[in-house]
């Protein structure tokens, strides 16, 4: 996987650090990147399919939980395409390789949950480094 134990908060900084910069460059000093309600949303859905992968009781994730998955994929990719034009959010998912990355869980109850710290990294370094609601 691309993230591991070892390299997911790490991982998480880099990508926020490397959007505020760029963000800085193309706006004059100032950091506009995907809001923070925005990133709360993904985070939600991540949180609820979290719940139910923390109770399962099997390293293989059921079908069911694996189909879930794959609609948070969908539902990262659209939240891209209603952003077109700003490219914010695609700009975040691209970066922090999170299609990719959920690609890889692969029924994996391990992977599903370092996925879901990852996120969390994702939003809380995004409020650190500057970050905004909209």
């Known amino acids: 996987m691309r993230i591991n134990e070892n390299n997911y908060v790490d991982k998480a900084e880099k990508v926020i650090k490397e959007l505020a910069e760029e963000s800085k460059q193309r706006n004059r000093g100032r950091v506009d990147m995907v809001t923070t309600s925005k990133l709360r949303n993904l985070l939600a859905m991540t949180a609820d399919i979290y719940n139910q992968v923390l109770t399962w009781q099997s390293e293989?994730?059921?079908?069911?939980l694996n189909g879930r998955i794959e609609y948070l994929r969908i539902r990262f990719v659209y939240e891209c395409g209603r952003d077109d034009s700003k490219r914010k959010v695609r700009n975040?998912?691209?970066k922090s390789e999170v299609l990719e990355?959920?690609?890889?869980?692969?029924k994996s109850k391990k992977n599903y949950l370092l996925f879901s710290r990852y996120m969390e990294a994702l939003v809380a370094f995004h409020?650190?480094?500057?970050?905004?609601?909209?």
């Not at 293989?60 to 069911?64: F, G, H, K």
């Not at 409020?127 to 909209?134: A, D, T, V």
């Open 92 to 94: 975040f998912v691209e």
């Open 127 to 134: 409020k650190y480094y500057g970050g905004k609601e909209q």
């Open 60 to 64: 293989t994730l059921s079908d069911e």
């Open 101 to 106: 990355i959920l690609k890889e869980i692969k």
